[in-house]
């Protein structure tokens, strides 16, 4: 697969994502470990759905998260819901096999993202949604910077039990 370093880190560079992924990311996303995060697990991903979703997103603020070391992908990450005139928006992402998660390369991720919307989109606000049951993942956002500002209590039903969606964002000064 061809990646390019649009954005780079230490141990990860963010690149426009490759249609050619698309069998990958139809793993991860019919993966439960993975949507359960996501809010997606009801939701049945196949290839061809995948394939136009890329090639209808690629030139938006979507990434493929590469590992430097070897170029290979290990997620997913974007800026979407960008409202240019409040200069605010929200991220997301995803790491895809359990063998990548817990190495930093989420809180790297949002690192880039958050220069990437500050310092070149002239974004003020940037604001991401979480389940109150993804304790990894809050704590990987407040090490970020990111604060609590609120919550959808028991919005979210999974395996037999409500979850709160925690809303958290960071200003431009706060970087």
Known sequence: MKYFKKIVGKHVYLSPMNAEDAEIYVKWLNDSSVTDGLGTSCIITSLESEKEWIMNNSNKYQFAIIRLEDDKLVGNCGIQEIEQLRQ????????????????????????????????YLNL??????????NERAINCYKKVGFSE???????????????????????????
């Open 149 to 175: 500002i609120g919550r959808r209590r028991q919005c979210y039903y999974l395996k037999g039990k409500f979850y709160d969606n925690v809303y958290m964002d960071i200003l431009k000064e706060e970087r």
């Open 124 to 133: 003020n606000n940037i604001m991401l949604k979480v389940f109150s049951f």
């Open 88 to 119: 605010c928006a929200e991220v997301g992402l995803f790491i895809g096999d359990e063998e990548n998660r817990n190495k930093g390369y989420g809180e790297e991720v949002l690192n880039l993202l958050l220069g990437y919307g500050f310092d």
